[in-house]
């Protein structure tokens, strides 16, 4: 990040391959905690993944406000190179406070052997723990319902930031400060899924998350189709009204439900690697369905930044896909089924 701040604004490669390097270190940074979080969840069955997940993001929506407080003030104010300044001091005091850490909390299920192995060894010793957990039903078929899911969404979310911006004529402080909205959002749907819907079946929140979703469609659609300046309803009505419904609700019904199943479905002693496989391809979906999605506007719809007249078509194919994983729930295994792990 800080060679980002220095960086010529006209080489794009270099840019490219620095943003790689440093959304590299933050995965490799976020699978590790995660995986340690997986291992102290497991000194309380009862209901620890759940209460230690809402914990976590309940932090990470706090340091999510902050952090959308600054973005917004930077990004409206100064050059782009400032805010990369402001991200690398960030990694320092991430680095700081992880030197903190317990470091016998990594050693936890490690025999003396597999502390002293070799790189190579290593390597050997993760291959053949994968090989392990997806020999467990519940873990390969979650990541199946994942993979399933991937191919099947389409994103459009990079299309849905220059409509915000040149349709709604957004300022880029207004779309940062959606950020720190996002994040209140996250805060008040952890707490919603720690008190009113832990013990409710996985699979019937994903369908009760995508009910709500059919209910508020219509609005979408009148406001990304402009009816409501017609009808003299504000954007911005809009605009908070479906971000804050809509992250309550992912974060309620999708994000956390599947944060615990990642944690409860790990095979034990083998946390760090098994859970590092899930994380991998529930980060890489992202990835895949914004490929896609740009596929599917190449070859059928159109849109470009200059005209935006057609994103409605990109979001009503957004909304008829979300419906195809609904098919697969069955790969999501029950809590029974969980318990008996």
């Known amino acids: 990040m800080i060679a980002l701040t220095f960086y010529s604004t006209g080489n794009l490669e270099l840019a490219v391959g620095l943003l790689f390097v440093s959304n590299m270190s933050v995965a490799f940074s976020d ?67 992880a030197l903190r850490l317990n470091i016998q909390i990594e050693k936890e299920g490690l025999t003396e052997e597999d ?22 039903k519940e873990y390969y078929r979650v ?54 819907f832990r013990e409710t079946e996985y699979r019937k929140m994903i369908i009760i998350d995508t009910l709500i979703t059919i209910v508020f469609a219509p609005f979408t659609f009148v406001f990304v189709c402009r009816w409501n300046l017609a009808w003299g309803i504000s954007d911005m009505f809009f605009v908070f009204f479906i971000d804050i419904v809509d992250e309550i609700i992912s974060q309620c019904f999708i994000f956390l439900p599947m944060s615990v199943i990642f944690a409860k479905i790990t095979p034990k002693h083998i946390e ?9 391809v529930s980060n890489f979906r992202s990835t895949v369905r914004g490929l896609i999605g740009a596929y599917i506007n190449d070859a059928f719809v159109g849109v470009t930044i200059e005209d935006l007249s057609k994103y409605w078509q990109l979001v009503a194919i957004g909304f008829a896909c979300s419906f195809i994983p609904l098919f697969f729930l069955f790969l999501i295994p029950t809590k029974a089924q969980i318990n008996t792990l």
């Open 31 to 97: 699978v590790i905690v995660d995986s340690l979080m997986v291992i102290q969840s497991r000194k309380y069955p009862d209901g620890g993944s759940e209460e230690l997940n809402a914990f976590s993001w309940t932090c990470f929506s706090i340091g999510g406000l902050l952090g959308s407080f600054m973005a917004a003030i930077l990004t409206q104010n100064f050059e782009p190179k400032y805010c990369f300044l402001y991200s690398s001091f960030m990694g320092f005091v991430i680095a700081a406070v």
């Open 272 to 280: 760090a690697t098994s859970f590092a496989l899930l994380a991998s």
């Open 143 to 196: 990541i199946l319902y994942l993979v399933i899911s991937a191919l099947t969404v389409p994103s459009f979310s990079s299309f849905g930031y220059y409509f915000m911006l040149d349709e709604v004529k957004l300022s880029k402080f207004s779309y940062s400060m959606l950020g720190v909205l996002a994040f209140v959002c996250l805060l008040l749907g952890s707490q919603m899924y720690n008190k009113y």
């Open 115 to 136: 502390e002293n192995s070799s790189f190579y060894r290593d390597v050997r010793r993760n291959i053949s723990e994968v090989r392990q957990a997806c020999q467990l």
